[in-house]
């Protein structure tokens, strides 16, 4: 590589590690023009291609730099993206499972960055068969995107809920409370544990459910709502007040 283009390729860099998009993509255009042998400069041409919603030429970009390296990771999973946007669900999913089986199949050894973006993925596909109707579907891709990141508090919330909408109580009680541990001010997870645990038959527990959530937000109408519902019940149960002699 002459002097020229090792600049170019120096200031593409800089202008896209500053997302300077406009110049970085001048630049780079220019250096693959001579040598298209770089992975990573495919991997940001298919990123500034994609900020500007040119899904094919992104395509293109990430899936040359997959060909120049195989493992590169960062380049699957935006080609992953790149492939859901332009409706190629069947090659994303194809990417997601090439990502995610080594050799090892040990999932752990990708970078927290990518176990996220991961995660975040197999939510999105979770609430496309939601929306569809596929429960089972739904529950299954969010139980794969909690194994990849276990403390991510929505999506064990998410994943709850959905349990809970399907009947199974027990392992719904199990991620909110899985939920709130990762994310103790987490005042969404508190209030639908106490439902949970209302509908388990477990009123004491909900109610203080219930307070936890207030106490972490005393502005929640929700939490505020279901505890005077739990004093309105307590007084049913309780019976009129005897009469006095």
């Known amino acids: 590589m002459d002097e020229h283009v090792r600049q170019m390729l120096v200031q593409g860099r800089e202008h896209y590690a500053k997302q300077e998009f406009e110049q970085a993509e001048q630049l780079l255009t220019k250096v693959l023009a001579v ?10 041409m298919g990123i500034i291609a994609h900020n500007g919603k040119r899904f094919v030429d992104a395509e293109h970009h990430f899936e040359r730099a997959l060909e120049l390296n195989p493992n590169y990771t960062e380049a699957a999973l935006n ?15 194809a990417i997601y499972t090439r990502i995610k089986e080594r050799p090892t199949g040990d999932t752990t050894s990708l970078d927290p960055f990518a176990r996220g973006k991961i995660a975040n993925m ?5 609430d496309a068969y939601n929306d569809a109707n596929l429960t089972r579907e739904a529950i299954a891709e969010y139980e794969k995107a ?4 276990p403390d991510f508090a929505d999506l064990r919330t998410k994943l709850a809920t959905l349990l809970r909408q399907s009947g199974d109580l027990t392992r719904a009680r199990d991620h909110y409370e899985a939920a709130i541990r990762a994310r103790p001010g987490f005042v969404q997870a508190r209030i639908l544990l106490g439902v949970t645990l209302l509908a388990l038959g477990e009123l004491d527990h909900a109610e203080a459910a219930w307070n936890e959530a207030l106490a972490a937000d005393p502005a929640s109408v929700s939490a505020k709502m279901y505890l005077r519902m739990v004093k309105l019940q307590r007084a049913r149960l309780s019976g009129p007040p005897a009469a006095e002699m």
């Open 79 to 93: 080609l992953a993206v790149t492939y859901n946007d332009r409706g190629k669900f069947d090659e994303a999913r």
């Open 35 to 44: 040598d298209d042998r770089f992975a990573d400069v495919h991997d940001m």
């Open 146 to 149: 909690v194994l990849l990141c």
């Open 122 to 126: 197999h939510a999105a596909l979770a």
